[in-house]
């Protein structure tokens, strides 16, 4: 089992495109992959999975699990599932959270589990998401912007992993706006934390198979990934 909990520096950094990127890749690679999105949040659609997030996962990895493996938890609010909890009375629900990944671990050789905003992102009181990926056993991948200010917040995330002891895979750029240039920014993360980039993935306009394909083998050592 090679699974990956894929968590970013903030919410809207790229954690479902890049985690799509990379499901269809393992897919190309011929690897049986699965995806899971344990809380998802925001507006429901009005068609097919609730989440468009579950959306882009399944459809990349082009699974056939059902939506309450892939996603056991949906809130109708665009907040953190704490909130969620506070605001709708949806108690988030571990134990079905980590009975789902049970079951998915069983179907697929590799799962990409999306988290949800960041690394502190609170699910109950006192239960963030360091807590759901130590309670999965699986490491995590970072992925960051580089938009002036994510060296901050990627050594953050960091020095948080570390506290909780969550071993981390490495660090993937999503280069799709502005700011650091990305050689630049590598150079800076890897000597300031030890932490490795294992690549930085463009601006996507195409979201077909074979172009996330092309990028996604292109620009990342996915061979360290699955190392
Ligand atoms: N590499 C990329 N190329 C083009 N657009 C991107 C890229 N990464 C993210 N985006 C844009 O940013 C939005 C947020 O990305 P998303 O993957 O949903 O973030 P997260 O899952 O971390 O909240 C996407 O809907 C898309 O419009
Ligand atoms: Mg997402």
Redesign the pocket.
Known sequence: MNSFFIT?TD????????TAGLAVSFRKMGINVGVMKPFAAGTAQKKGFKSE?VEILSRAAQVTDPEELINPQFFPIHASPYTAWKNLKIKPKISTILSSFKKLSKLHDTLLV?GVGGIMTPILKNYYVTHLIKDMKIPTLI?TRTRVGTINHTMMTIKICEKYKIPIKGIII?N?DEGYDVSILKRDLENLTGVKVLGS?????NMSDDSLNRVFQKNLDLKQLLK
Do not use: A, Q, S
Not at 11 to 18: A, E, F, L, S
Not at 201 to 205: K, L, M, N, Q, S
């Open positions: 970013g919410t809207d950094v790229g954690k479902t495109y890049i997030d999306e992925v999503n799709f993935i463009p601006f996507i306009d």
